[in-house]
């Protein structure tokens, strides 16, 4: 299984700043995402994260609000730009293991990243 | 698109008593679903899943859920709840047709009285 750690676990911002968010797997993994969720709510994705080129958003995030940056198979990171309370979420990492030939297909999830933007 | 639903908010059962947490899906190719558990402040946890094969898929912790092509449904199940099983239960889907994005349902929030 993956092992995800997120940096920072949380913090407090305020508004107009930009807050980076990093993800690292301990191993090198296919694919790796971000999502967002409110505490105790569902998952929204936000965007697959891909190596060495641009992300893939999902519709209602652009890349100018959430830049994302994948150097490499174990890394990857998410800018929360020009914050609002609206942004205010717990932002998660996360990565698909496919394994040889598709052998384990899992998906694991980072710890979380809670952000309040003030 | 692919898209989850979960019927129930909140779902209550007496420890000891079978408990069943829905799930109906859908998606334009053969579906991939999944359980996840998130405890109180802590990360996401796969529970199971189900690809190919069995109908029935038995997961952690003495879960397991039936698939069912023809109601669309995956259904979370156990036969005996523990008052440690109460958590937000997350069904998810993912369409097999050359994309990797999983949606997730609204979740539903298990709670196991004593």
């Known amino acids: 299984s993956a092992v995800i750690s997120q940096k920072p676990s949380r913090d407090i911002c305020q508004r107009g700043t930009s807050l980076t968010i990093q993800c690292q797997v301990d191993?090198?993994?296919?694919?790796m995402f971000w999502y967002r969720q409110q505490p105790g709510q569902s998952l929204t994705l936000i965007a697959t994260?891909?190596?060495?080129?641009?992300?893939?958003?999902e519709s209602g995030f652009v890349i100018d609000k959430f830049p994302i940056s994948r150097p490499n198979l174990t890394f990857s990171t998410l800018t929360v730009s020009n914050m609002s309370p609206e942004d205010s979420s717990i932002y998660l990492c996360?990565?698909?293991?496919?394994?040889?030939?598709?052998?384990?297909?899992?998906?694991?999830f980072g710890p979380g990243t809670r952000l309040t933007v003030l | 698109a692919q898209s989850v639903a979960q019927p129930e908010d909140q779902v209550n059962v007496a420890e000891g008593n079978p408990l069943t947490v829905k799930c109906t899906y859908s998606?334009?190719?053969?579906?991939?679903l999944f359980w996840y558990v998130q405890y109180p402040n802590r990360g996401l946890q796969f529970l199971l899943k189900y690809i190919t094969g069995d109908n029935l898929v038995k997961g952690s912790y003495g879960f397991e859920a039936e698939f069912n092509k023809s109601q669309t449904s995956f259904h979370l199940k156990k036969p005996s709840a523990l008052v440690s099983d109460s958590a937000l239960y997350f069904c998810?889907?993912?369409?097999?047709?050359?994309?990797?994005?999983?949606?997730f349902g609204a979740g539903t929030r298990l709670f196991v009285k004593a």
């Open positions: 996360s990565v698909l293991d496919l394994g040889q030939g598709g052998s384990t297909d899992t998906q694991y």
């Open positions: 998810a889907v993912r369409d097999n047709t050359g994309g990797f994005k999983t949606i």
């Open positions: 191993s090198q993994v296919t694919m």
């Open positions: 998606v334009s190719g053969n579906p991939y």
């Open positions: 994260a891909n190596q060495g080129s641009e992300a893939t958003y």
